[in-house]
């Protein structure tokens, strides 16, 4: 049942909320290109990557500049088979987390499409909140590694909704462990101690990836979400500071 | 020849197709271990292991058994390494280099001759009371696989009087068993040498490393908890 509801999301994703979003905040990051030549990271698929098609189609990127994630051999061989570059076979929260220097010469991109429900997700306890701790270390690493040239960048969050409660708490004192200076730390006092439906999720996922672009001296350009049955899509757009 | 083997390998997916998306699900395994060791390091030569894997599935499928058997050796053998690497990085980097200075002190492999460090793991197990039981399960299974490498009369691509690959049920449902152990073993030696990553797996992946162990294996890894 998810693998047929992996098939029809993603291309409705792409189509209606994925495309016109990065497509609108591609222009606050090469204004004056009409090939964007965005530099992309995106976790997908084997048996449905439209969304690097559509992206090419849409002169948004090319093949050089996309790398897709898997963290399964058998479809990275697949999606390898297709000339992608593919990036190394883990699951991206640990890797991004814990092993980062494995990839961080990739880094920064241009658009980050996490898309995490793209990866097989299981519904553990604790698994969104490793995601979010994840979309933090990325944005790090992106600051870390962040050049001149980069004005912003967008990222996608997609996530499986599932009835397992988000504890908010916890999230906040992991996220306040990666220390910035001058960062006072997200008050977990200004948040519920965890959060269990849809709306409640958005909200909170909202305001917590809004919380770490700025630790990290980014404004937030534009931030929008959709829900469609079981899943919960962001897409961020933010801005470099100074 | 082409198309020869495009024969054998949809003959084959039609008549073993269970036993194949079987196989596969248990490969899967090696993406846990993949993902444990990306700090590591070792983690490329887990997908060393995964090739091996794949590369025995397609010419098992093809009809070329004992290629196929000559992979799930390799297979064995990276396994070996990565286990014995991991507790030895300053042998790992060597080797990294093309070194192969286990060969001057007349050992034909890094771990040394035999399967003695491996039992040595083992032994460090509470509760185990030494019995050579991980070391009898590699050498048997090693020797069965170098008997394709080694091309003894019983384990000829040719065997019988077609030259040319041809699926064969029985050699077929041979590999196929085969395979499993060899599945079970490197995951059982990659539990054994890598306890503290395994400890450390989600449930969903160790429960699906614990699924590709067989029975008589999970005894040797006692009292490691599956």
Redesign the interface.
């Known amino acids: 049942m998810l693998k047929r509801q992996a098939e029809d999301y993603k291309s409705q994703l792409t189509e209606k909320f994925w495309l016109p979003k990065v497509q609108k905040y591609a222009k606050l990051l090469r204004p004056r290109l009409r090939d964007k030549h965005l530099k992309i990271l995106t976790l997908t698929s084997d048996d449905n990557y439209c969304e690097t098609l559509r992206f090419i189609e849409h002169r948004l990127t090319s093949k050089d500049e996309i790398f897709l994630w898997t963290y399964d051999h058998h479809k990275r061989m697949r999606l390898e088979a297709e000339r992608f570059q593919v990036l190394p076979t883990a699951k991206y929260e640990d890797t991004i987390i814990n092993s980062s220097q494995v990839i961080s010469s990739h880094f920064p991109f241009e658009i980050l499409n996490l898309d995490f429900f793209a990866q097989d997700p299981t519904t553990e306890e604790g698994r969104v909140e490793l995601e979010i701790e994840s979309v933090e270390a990325t944005v790090r690493l992106q600051k870390m590694k962040q050049t001149e040239s980069l004005k912003g960048f967008v990222t996608i969050y997609t996530t499986l909704f599932d009835g397992n409660a988000v504890d908010v708490g916890k999230l906040a004192n992991r996220l306040n462990s990666y220390h910035v200076d001058g960062w006072a730390g997200i008050d977990g006092s200004a948040y519920p101690g965890s959060v269990k439906t849809m709306k409640e999720k958005v909200n909170v996922i909202e305001r917590l990836l809004a919380d770490i672009s700025k630790k990290y001296g980014y404004e937030v350009a534009g931030c929008n979400h959709v829900t469609p049955t079981e899943i919960i899509s962001i897409v961020m757009a933010v801005r470099k500071l100074g | 020849m082409g198309n020869h083997q495009t024969e054998n390998l949809n003959q084959s997916l039609v008549a073993f197709g269970s036993d194949v998306d079987q196989i596969?699900r248990s490969?899967?395994s090696?993406?846990c271990w993949?993902?444990a060791l990306?700090?590591h390091g070792l983690?490329s030569l887990v997908?060393e292991i995964?090739i091996d894997i794949?590369a025995s599935i397609h010419f098992s499928l093809c009809g070329l058994y004992k290629y196929a058997d000559m992979a799930l050796r390799s297979a064995l053998e990276n396994t070996l390494n990565v286990a014995y690497f991991h507790g030895h990085p300053v042998e790992y980097s060597w080797w990294q280099k093309g070194s192969e200075w286990y060969l001057t002190n007349k050992q034909p492999h890094p771990w040394g001759d035999g399967y003695n460090y491996f039992q040595l793991l083992a032994s460090e197990l509470p509760g185990n009371r030494g019995e050579n039981t991980i070391e009898k399960e590699l050498s048997a299974e090693y020797r069965a696989l170098s008997k394709s490498i080694h091309s003894t009369s019983l384990k000829l691509q040719t065997k019988g009087l077609k030259l040319a690959p041809t699926v064969d049920i029985a050699r077929f449902k041979q590999w196929s068993e085969r395979m499993n152990r060899v599945l079970s073993l490197i995951n059982s030696v990659l539990v054994l040498a890598l306890q503290d990553k395994f400890g450390k797996m989600?449930?969903?992946d160790t429960k699906l490393i614990s699924e590709v162990i067989l029975d008589e294996h999970k005894r040797l890894l006692q009292p490691i908890k599956m």
């Open positions: 596969i490969s899967e090696l993406n993949s993902n990306q700090a983690a997908s995964f794949y989600t449930k969903p």
